[in-house]
């Protein structure tokens, strides 16, 4: 298996642009993950979809994040308009889990896509 | 509300050294506690997964241990070499949502 895979590795845009990133989660996973690293805060979940459905998106910040997910292999996270505040590393996860309870699978992440909003 | 800490946030040994880091968490309704590595620009990579109801987990050099009791979990890496050299962060996971440290960089100097 390929891993989880993310597109694009590197973005580089101006402010109020729309940047789409997208996702590929390892095939058989029901449990996909979008997290938003930076070097003030760390790693922040913005939202966790389970079977396709979003299940927690408390971690969006504001509504110009939005998240899809229209099949079991393909999400995306879209920021529309984008601002500077909003240049971090963002990375998608999954998993084969359930939704509450009992034990866990671990996570795998993707390598992450760079972006950059000047 | 969960909190993890992780100490030392930065650790720097002369490689062949054994080291432990250290990760506690607040809250010991937890279903596993986790380790990470991360490798500059890069993802995450799953270490190792300790179940709730585990007391330690071992894989090659590095074993990981949890006392949920005393919210405690500590990763032992043995014969430390350079290629060690990365940020370790750990993670507690209620349900499905995994709650993060801030990560310990080390450096494993030749």
């Known amino acids: 298996d390929a891993g989880v895979i993310q597109s694009p590795r590197h973005e580089v845009t101006e402010m109020g642009q729309e940047v789409t990133l997208r996702c590929k989660p390892i095939?058989?996973?029901?449990?996909l993950f979008w997290y938003r690293q930076t070097m003030m805060r760390g790693l922040e979940l913005l939202i966790y979809f389970n079977n396709n459905v979003p299940i927690d998106d408390s971690g969006m910040p504001e509504d110009r994040f939005s998240a899809k997910m229209p099949n079991a292999s393909f999400s995306t996270l879209k920021i529309q308009p984008s601002e500077p505040r909003d240049s971090a590393v963002y990375f998608c996860a999954s998993s084969l889990s359930r939704m509450t309870g009992g034990q866990q699978e671990t996570q795998y992440f993707g390598p992450g896509t760079r972006l950059l909003v000047l | 509300k969960q909190e993890v800490t992780q100490i030392p946030a930065a650790l720097s040994v002369p490689e062949g050294e054994n080291l432990v880091l250290n990760c506690s968490f607040t809250?010991?309704?937890?279903?596993?506690l986790q380790w990470f590595r991360q490798d500059p620009g890069k993802g995450l990579t799953s270490l190792l997964l300790?179940?709730?109801s585990q007391r330690e987990q071992t894989s090659g050099r590095l074993n990981a241990s949890l006392d949920k009791s005393s919210g405690r979990s500590t990763l032992y890496i043995a014969a430390s070499q350079p290629g060690d050299s990365a940020t370790y962060l750990c993670a507690a996971q209620g349900n499905y949502q995994l709650i993060w440290g801030a990560g310990t960089k080390l450096i494993i100097k030749p």
């Open positions: 095939s058989g996973h029901n449990s």
């Open positions: 809250d010991s309704a937890i279903y596993n």
């Open positions: 300790i179940q709730s």
